[in-house]
């Protein structure tokens, strides 16, 4: 699978949108871009994943570059439940182990 | 959505002890179960990948011996940790993939484990 490059940290403010980034130049024809966050002392969450299209959910919003070699999870209003380590990852086959690089460290001040 | 729930959540044990995690999907069927692992302040790393039925597959640098995995039914997975010495201290993270799931958000985490080896 592609590598992904992603800020270590990025800090925000309660209640207004965050954009967390994700480089993946790499990425192939075949990958989903996959996005987990994890809470403190718990077990990764699933967030959002996408291919090709923009995708929206209850928890954010995925925007996938035209060319797919970037993407950015949307948190619309960030809450101080929102912090979390947030992980971009690419899995090109469906059914293999997904592969956690270091993430983005997200801290959120009321 | 499908949970996984993991027993014990936190563990204590003597250098030299075994001791074994469960993982268990709750409601739905796991044909693959995989194991991570986590130290403080780092990434989860994966450990192996368990099919029910069937010996797991390790990941290089993983010793096989001393991380014992059974994966006896599509709903349970243990890891055992043999012997385990204060650098086994760590926070165990399972997770589960639904059998049959076509979708690619089908793997699902447990809450870890927290082991510490005194």
């Known amino acids: 699978d592609a590598k992904t490059t992603q800020p270590n940290s990025m800090e925000s403010n309660e209640e207004e949108p965050v954009h967390l980034p994700c480089n993946h130049s790499t990425i192939s024809g075949t990958d989903y871009i996959h996005w987990y966050r994890q809470l403190p002392s718990q077990g990764p969450e699933y967030v959002i994943h996408?291919?090709?299209s923009n995708v929206n959910n209850r928890m954010a919003s995925l925007a996938i570059a035209e060319d797919r070699k970037s993407s950015t999870l949307i948190l619309h209003r960030a809450t101080l439940r929102d912090a979390a380590v947030y992980y971009c990852?690419?899995?090109?086959?469906?059914?293999?182990?997904?592969?956690f690089g270091k993430g983005t460290t997200l801290s959120v001040s009321s | 959505g499908a949970v996984v729930s993991q027993h014990p959540s936190r563990v204590i044990c003597k250098s030299g002890t075994s001791v074994k995690i469960e993982c268990r999907s709750l409601?739905?069927?796991?044909?693959?179960m995989f194991w991570y692992r986590q130290f403080p302040k780092q990434s989860l790393m994966l450990m192996a990948t368990s099919n029910e039925g069937s010996k797991a597959t390790y990941e290089q640098g993983v010793e096989k011996d001393k991380f014992l995995i059974n994966h006896a039914s599509l709903t349970l997975s243990t890891l055992t940790v043999t012997s385990a010495h204060p650098e086994d201290s760590s926070f165990y993270i399972c997770?589960?993939?639904?059998?049959?799931?076509?979708?690619?958000?089908?793997?699902?985490f447990g809450p870890g484990t927290r082991l510490t080896v005194l």
């Open positions: 409601d739905f069927q796991a044909t693959t």
């Open positions: 996408g291919l090709t």
């Open positions: 997770s589960a993939r639904l059998a049959g799931g076509r979708g690619y958000n089908e793997q699902f």
């Open positions: 990852i690419l899995r090109g086959q469906a059914g293999t182990a997904l592969i």
